[in-house]
């Protein structure tokens, strides 16, 4: 009683506390679905069933997985418990990341859905249509796009229809194979037969190579192959033109591209008289590079013989058109043109005209030779105007040869006759042979051949002809110069006085004479053979006793006769075709009369009213009555100055 009452008499002590509020973002959607993650792991294996399974495991006492659960703890302690728990934390980020990534995707694709059947929708319904759509598909996209039609549903194929589907598509199938391999067989062929062309392509290009031909790259066409067959030293215009492209042909074979420009045509000499072809050269066939190389060096001979051609009028050379027109004799020209190569024409003598290209080629190659000299020495002070391009000397070293040669047969042909007629001899002691003569000295030295051509054609054109006058003590040298360039512009003839006695009657005569033209060449021979004449006159003591000499510089004989005037041996000169007179006497009635014609010498007489004559010409072999007959001359003189 007492303890109770006791106990009764103490003070209750009472601990008073609010009511726990619920934390509204603890039981939050967000909240529970975070904490179910970490405990459940992924939420793809929580279903209704095997949470139903769960509740009743758990109510008989057991896990889902045979395991006993203690009253008063979850049914998923045990395993978060034997779990690190940064691991887990890891594999949830992981998880949430993966799970995001899937929800935009599904976002994402369902927007487009949304988007895609709006457009549909927004051909028959677009202002409802427009409030589903997204504003990037309503700027970039009109409505009314897309549109939808009703397709009739096929039907049902059957077995047979299956089987026959099959069989087609592998019928099909073998058919495309069957054409796969012929198109296999027709590429191989036809690669096959690319290797061909190319192999003999390729092996022609190596044979071009071998041959000496430059190849190389075109400047402007860098993957294709090129071939030099023209001159470095020539002019830039046809320098140019000295490269073509080798290019392929349908078979394989090396086409020569030389552009379209490109001519095949040749030089062609041609030899007329009085207009009518007498021969003309011939070319010998060739074909390809070397065919391209001898009609391109023609080409650029004929431009610089045209070129040079236009400054040679003065000595006969005309132009009518692309012709050149160049003298050769008297009544015979030399015709120069650019001609398409032609087969040999029957009965044409093609040696001079074959002899007179392969000069001026030559001299073309020299000119080559000569740019080539200049350009390796230092080039002149640079000017304000560039300097003219010279002339090539082509055609004057060709026109000297042939009028120094004309001239010269000219002169021999006179003085040898001559010669045989008063009995003495002319000889040619100098003369720089013609084209066919230049063999034998060729052959005797260690020049090459074209360069000893070459030196003999530009060489100065200068020959010498000896003529001994009847005395046999005074020579004449005759020395024939052509120039065709200032100031002769032709062929000058110099008679010189070699030997003589002191005391003769050339004693006074000037030692040298130059003449410009052959007409007074001969008068001065006539009238120095005269002289010579009057001094073998001269000689005699019978025609001394009646008769002295005149003016010494004249052929003039005084008659030692007193009482009369005086009667005189005198040359006379007058303008005429190949004629030199010289007369002896001189009287009105009586009278002794000496011709000579360069032809033959003729004695004719009149002396007291009898007229006679005596004629020295060469027989019918070249022989005359040489110095008999000068002698025969000279006693019938002597006979009618007696008389007289």
């Keep these: 009683m007492d303890a109770s009452t006791s106990t009764m008499a103490e003070p209750l002590s009472i601990s008073l506390r609010a009511w726990p ?38 109510e008989s006492g057991e896990s889902k997985h045979g395991d006993t659960i203690i009253a008063g703890e979850p049914a998923g302690g045990l395993a978060l418990e034997g779990e690190d728990g940064n691991s887990k934390s890891e594999d949830i980020a992981v998880a949430r990341e993966e799970i995001l990534k899937k929800v935009s995707q599904v976002r994402m694709e369902s927007t487009q859905a949304l988007d895609f059947v709006s457009l549909l929708l927004s051909k028959h319904a677009p202002k409802a249509a427009e409030l589903t759509l997204s504003p990037y598909i309503k700027e970039n996209m009109p409505l009314g796009c897309l549109g939808t039609e009703m397709m009739q549903q096929q039907p049902q194929k059957s077995e047979a229809e299956k089987r026959n589907e099959e069989m087609a598509g592998l019928g099909g199938r073998m058919q495309s194979l069957g054409n796969a391999a012929d198109r296999l067989l027709v590429s191989a062929e036809r690669l096959e037969k690319e290797v061909q062309r190319e192999t003999r392509y390729w092996s022609e290009i190596l044979e071009i190579k071998e041959q000496g031909w430059p190849v190389c790259r075109l400047p402007r066409e860098k993957h294709t192959l090129g071939v030099r067959f023209g001159f470095a030293e020539a002019h830039s215009e046809f320098r140019n033109r000295g490269l073509a492209a080798l290019r392929r042909h349908e078979d394989g074979t090396v ?24 021969s003309t050269s011939q070319e010998p066939v060739s074909s390809g590079l070397l065919r391209a190389r001898n009609c391109l060096f023609d080409e650029e001979l004929h431009h610089e013989l045209l070129r040079e051609a236009r400054n040679l009028i003065n000595q006969s050379v005309y132009c009518d058109g692309d012709t050149i027109l160049v003298p050769f004799k008297k009544d015979i020209q030399l015709s120069m043109k650019l001609e398409p190569p032609s087969s040999q024409e029957e009965g044409s003598d093609s040696g001079l005209p074959n002899a007179v290209l392969l000069t001026l080629r030559l001299l073309l190659c020299h000119a080559h030779r000569q740019n080539l000299h200049r350009r390796s020495h230092p080039p002149p002070p640079i000017r304000e105007t560039a300097p003219p391009r010279p002339l090539y000397s082509i055609l004057r070293p060709l026109l000297e040869f042939f009028q120094h040669r004309l001239a010269v047969e000219c002169a021999l042909d006179i003085m040898s006759g001559l010669a045989r007629i008063v009995g003495t001899e002319a000889t040619l002691s100098s003369f720089t042979p013609f084209l066919p003569s230049l063999a034998s000295q060729i052959a005797s030295t260690s020049i090459p051949a074209h360069q000893f051509l070459v030196t003999t054609l530009i060489a100065p054109r200068t020959s010498s002809i000896s003529f001994p006058l009847p005395s046999k003590q005074v020579g004449l040298q005759i020395d024939v110069h052509t120039n065709i360039l200032p100031p002769t512009f032709g062929t000058s003839y110099t008679v010189t006085t070699t030997t003589f006695p002191s ?37 005699d003591e019978e025609v001394r006793r009646d008769w002295r000499e005149g003016a010494p510089w004249e052929g003039k004989m005084v008659r030692n006769r007193k009482g009369t005037r005086d009667e005189s041996l005198e040359g006379l000169f007058q303008d005429g075709a190949e004629k030199v007179e010289m007369m002896v006497g001189g009287f009105e009635k009586d009278g002794i009369e000496v011709v000579v014609n360069m032809r033959s010498v003729e004695l004719r007489w009149e002396v007291d009213g009898e007229r006679g004559g005596r004629e020295l010409t060469s027989n019918s072999n070249g022989n005359s009555d040489g110095e008999k007959g000068v002698e025969q001359m000279i006693e019938a003189i002597k006979d009618l100055l007696k008389k007289e």
């Excluded at 619920?22 to 069933?49: C, F, H, M």
């Design 21 to 58: 509020t619920l934390d509204p973002a603890k039981n939050s959607l967000s909240n529970q679905v975070k904490r179910l993650i970490e405990q459940r792991g992924s939420i793809r294996n929580i279903t209704e069933a095997s949470l139903m399974e769960e509740i009743q495991a758990a």
């Design 503 to 539: 005391g003769s009657v050339f004693a006074n005569q000037p030692r040298e004479l130059v003449f410009w033209d052959w007409k007074r060449t001969e008068r001065h021979v006539g009238y120095m053979l005269a002289l010579d004449l009057k001094g073998l006159l001269l000689k």
């Design 255 to 278: 086409i020569l591209d030389r552009g379209s420009k490109a001519t095949d045509s040749t030089l062609r000499i041609r030899m007329l008289r009085k207009g009518k072809q007498i």
